[in-house]
Nanobody, 121 residues
Framework: QVQLVESGGGLVQAGGSLRLSCAAS????????MYWYRQAPGKQRELVAA???????NYADSVKDRFTISRDNAKNTVNLQMNGLKPEDTAVYYC???????????????WGQGTQVTVSS
């Protein structure tokens, strides 16, 4: 099992910035795509951004040009730089990753516990 620990959430005013970080640890053979999701109260969890091992990225339309996802393959970490934050960005943000425990295992997904981001107007 891979453990993901997020950090960096908090309260910020509209227009401000936050940087989320997530570190993976445990029995890991390889980590494939890493993700940031978010879930606002009363809403479904949605994909915010994803980054492949090779560095290809994908963003939700609502965060394009404001958020940047990055990763460090050597450290098994993924970050989300959030600029120009809006009240509608308020949510619990979750880190997730697709990984293999061993060379012969299939791909599995692990989730972090979530970190709260609150943007005040």
């Amino acid at each position: 099992q891979v453990q993901l620990v997020e950090s960096g959430g908090g309260l910020v005013q509209a227009g401000g910035s936050l940087r989320l970080s997530c570190a993976a640890s445990g029995r890991i053979f390889s980590i494939n795509t890493m993700y940031w999701y978010r879930q606002a109260p009363g809403k479904q969890r949605e994909l915010v951004a994803a980054i492949t091992r090779a560095g290809a990225t994908n963003y939700a339309d609502s965060v394009k040009d404001r958020f940047t996802i990055s990763r460090d393959n050597a450290k098994n970490t993924v970050n989300l730089q959030m600029n120009g934050l809006k009240p509608e960005d308020t949510a619990v943000y979750y880190c997730a990753t697709d990984y293999r425990r061993t060379k012969v295992d299939g791909m599995a997904r692990s989730w972090g516990q979530g970190t709260q981001v609150t943007v005040s107007s």
